[in-house]
């Protein structure tokens, strides 16, 4: 993947609201939320695991969305998913609600899809979100699309939330819709 595409993978991270580098050993009773070095060496281009939240806070670098989404590029035609992982500590409990999963563009995209339900509970154990791109190989272009997400603790207070009104931008190539669509029927809750 080029240059572009590294820095579109790394805009989009912070973009959902999820980035920052993961230092310090795991505390009880939080909230973790990280992409794993693997996904970030095929997304970036140096593998290291990404904070996302840490200790049930946001990466501070994720905190104007605005300007990040200025200057965020589509996400490149490679790049067809994008894993999460996260884990709830101790005793803590999480919940979580994937309020909209839309494409803008159902022409050239379909709705996204995650792998898991679209509400449930942060699991205990570290476990992989995945979010997929399924390009519909019908024609060139991008593809507009919302994944809007939000995590609260037992106490109902939201820790982490899409920023509302944000859009995203995939790009896909007609002819190139096989391994989207093959991934579609396995992300679909």
Same mark, same amino acid.
């Given at each position: ?21 993961? %230092? ?6 939080? /909230? ?9 060496? *095929?997304?970036? +281009? !140096? ?62 995209? %379909? ?6 339900? /679209? ?9 992989? *979100?995945?979010? +997929? !791109? ?56």
């Amino acid at each position: 993947m080029g240059a572009v595409g590294r820095l579109c993978a790394l805009l989009l991270c912070g973009a959902l609201s999820l980035c920052g580098v993961r %230092a310090a050993a795991r505390q009880p009773d939080t /909230l973790y939320l990280w992409i794993d070095a693997q996904q970030a060496r *095929v997304l970036i +281009g !140096f593998e290291e695991d990404i904070l996302i939240v840490s200790e049930g806070k946001m990466a501070p670098f994720t905190h104007d969305f605005r300007k990040a989404q200025q200057r965020m590029p589509a996400i490149p035609v490679g790049i067809h998913a994008m894993n999460f992982s996260w884990q709830a500590t101790g005793r803590a409990e999480y919940f979580y609600e994937f309020l909209s999963l839309r494409s803008l563009d159902k022409g050239i995209m %379909a709705d996204p899809t995650v792998n898991i339900p /679209l509400l449930g509970m942060v699991p205990h154990k570290p476990s992989v *979100v995945q979010v +997929g !791109f399924p390009c519909l190989g019908k024609q060139d272009g991008v593809a507009a699309f919302e994944v809007n997400v939000i995590i609260m603790n037992a106490e109902g207070n939201i820790i982490l939330q899409t920023p509302q009104n944000a859009i995203f931008f995939k790009t896909c190539q007609q002819g190139n819709a096989n391994e989207d669509m093959a991934r579609l029927s396995d992300w679909v809750t």
